[in-house]
């Protein structure tokens, strides 16, 4: 399995952006997808969770502003990132999980007057 996100870039305080983790590989759908993130100096934390099933989940720091989503023909899943704030900056990593477990390279968000 081989992931690739996009969708990163510099924002303004209180915008938005959509992230996007483009997946390759078969049975993509059975893979539980995550969205991590780094900031500098920082350990790399879990932002959001989406199963199988479409169940989510979302870091406390994050709810009500990220909304993670998938389009399994597609092979994709989405971030959706609304009123962003400073503490937002970071590398945002996508990660595929089911009998192993695959990250791809990494998009940066910056997030600044």
């Known amino acids: 399995v081989q992931l690739v996100e996009s969708g990163g870039g510099l924002v303004q305080p209180g915008g938005s952006l959509r992230l996007s983790c483009a997946a390759s590989?078969?049975?993509?759908?059975?893979?539980?997808m995550n969205w991590y993130r780094q900031a500098p100096g920082k350990q790399r934390e879990l932002v959001a969770t989406?199963?199988?099933?479409?169940?989510?989940n979302y870091a406390d720091s994050v709810t009500g502003r990220f909304t993670i989503s998938r389009d399994n023909p597609k092979n994709t899943v989405y971030l959706q990132m609304n009123s962003l704030k400073p503490e937002d900056t970071a590398n945002y990593y996508c990660r595929a999980s089911y009998f192993g477990t695959y990250w791809g390279q990494g998009t940066q968000v910056t997030v600044s007057s």
């Open positions: 989406i199963t199988s099933r479409g169940s989510t």
């Open positions: 590989g078969s049975g993509i759908s059975l893979y539980t």
